[in-house]
């Protein structure tokens, strides 16, 4: 039973006293041990540290010398890299070998609980994005050169896909990287922009164009970033998000060692397709717990606030609008849950297939259920929710982050549609072996 009376909708079925069939005594040990540490080190400061529009660079090293970076990455944890690093349990006695993807799920959830995501965004996003491509596909001379600082939040990295003009549309990315006639380096040219955490960034797993157009010619590449010759970076203002540390990267006759390939030349689109399903999962858990911290700010609120004679509680139309924002709120999460729980049954290779198309769905209904729920939260507080101090300020920044939840990560629309077309690709892939060969008229 729940040891506490929660506020409805402000936390997870599992966390309010409810039954579940997903969570065990390890993932339950590790929410306690992840939360008490996460409140007292992000989430007790995060809105002073987003208005500040920068979160202090001790905080990451707090972060990084708990291994409280380290669960952003995709399940399981590499194991083997952690143990040679001296790293053999998270918080709570978890054993690494032991992570799964409900622990993470945990992490992303905690990590949200102030409802604003530049924060913890600040602190995990280069982890998340940009090491995954370095450990799956890196050879074995570029990961023991980068990982174990890396990992150990000594060195901080990036991801780099994105460009002006090459959002969504992965394939036509312009930045490109020529080899020197001696075959030795790359030299890189072009622009990246809005990078999360690039501006503190001292590598990136860059994006280029190595070969033709089209995504047969895109390649990963490891690019020194911070302090390196050709290298410029400035800070972009954001709607929300903005202690995130969205960054403007201009490459200037970058001189990169061909060492420093991520994998094979022309492999760049499945590397990051392949990245791309972890960092949607992560967008939709993080952003369902921002929905649920503004519809159950708002159904606080609305217990309190008085106007015409009664609580707005009490109006009809104010249980009908929290009703139905609550409805997708906890099918939201329901899904999310079932998702991770799925993940933690198929290996990386069959959730690429199975659920690839499904985990562009998620991120997209993530997105318009935080949209439905922050409006919600503005219009049930009224001029409070649009002012930017008081008692509605949690409701009018999270609603400044709705568009930061439904473009990156692929943005919205294009998240529909790959998520349909990938459904219609395994379907034809499946029926198409019962096929009978024309002319065969056995049965």
Not at 20 to 39: D, G
Not at 96 to 108: K, P, Q, R
Not at 152 to 162: D, E, V
């Amino acid at each position: 039973m729940a040891s506490k009376t929660h506020i409805p909708f402000s936390e997870p079925p599992y966390l309010a006293g409810l039954p579940s069939p997903y969570y065990n005594s390890s993932h339950l040990k590790w929410q306690k041990a992840c939360r008490s540490f996460v409140e007292e080190n992000l989430i007790q400061h995060a809105m002073e540290w987003e208005r500040e529009e920068t979160v202090p660079a001790d905080v990451f090293k707090k972060f990084a010398g708990a291994n409280m970076l380290v669960p952003s990455l995709p399940a399981p944890l590499p194991v083997e890299w952690l143990k040679k690093l001296g790293v053999n349990e998270m918080l709570g006695g978890v054993k690494v070998e032991d992570w799964d993807y409900l622990h993470t799920a945990i992490y992303l959830d905690e990590m949200a609980r102030s409802g604003l995501a530049g924060p913890s965004g600040s602190l995990t996003t280069g982890v998340a994005f940009g090491i995954p491509p370095l450990l799956r596909f890196g050879s074995k001379p570029l990961k023991e050169r980068f990982l174990p600082d890396l990992l150990l939040g000594k060195k901080r990295i990036c991801i780099a896909i994105t460009e002006p003009g090459a959002g969504s549309d992965v394939a036509n990315i312009q930045t490109t990287a020529v080899k020197t006639e001696d075959g030795k380096h790359y030299i890189v040219n072009g622009t990246k922009k809005w990078i999360t955490n690039g501006i503190w960034s001292e590598y990136s797993s860059m994006a280029v164009r190595t070969g033709g157009p089209g995504a047969s010619g895109l390649s990963m590449l490891l690019v020194p970033l911070k302090g390196y010759p050709g290298v410029s970076m400035r800070r972009l203002k954001v709607a929300g998000q903005i202690s995130a540390g969205t960054t403007f990267i201009e490459l200037d006759d970058v001189k990169v060692p061909v060492e420093n390939l991520i994998g094979e030349e022309g492999m760049g689109m499945r590397y990051i397709m392949t990245n791309f399903n972890h960092e949607r999962l992560t967008i939709a858990i993080g952003v369902t717990r921002q929905a649920r911290v503004a519809l159950s700010a708002a159904f606080e609120y609305c217990m309190k606030r008085e106007a015409f004679g009664k609580t707005l509680m009490d109006q009809p139309v104010v249980r009908h609008r929290l009703a139905k924002c609550g409805a997708e709120l906890e099918s939201q999460w329901a899904w999310v849950e079932q998702f991770v729980y799925q993940m933690t049954k198929l290996s990386k290779a069959e959730a690429d297939v199975e659920l690839g198309g499904l985990t562009a769905l998620a991120k997209a209904q993530a997105g318009r259920v935080l949209d439905e729920c922050a409006r919600c939260a503005v219009l049930l507080f009224g001029g409070n929710g649009f002012t930017r101090s008081g008692q509605g300020l949690i409701a009018e920044m999270i609603y400044r982050e709705v568009p930061g939840a439904r473009v990156p990560g692929g943005s919205e629309d294009v998240m529909l549609d790959l998520a349909v077309r990938q459904l219609v690709k395994n379907y034809k892939s499946k029926t198409k072996m019962l096929e009978r060969p024309r002319g065969d008229s056995k049965i």
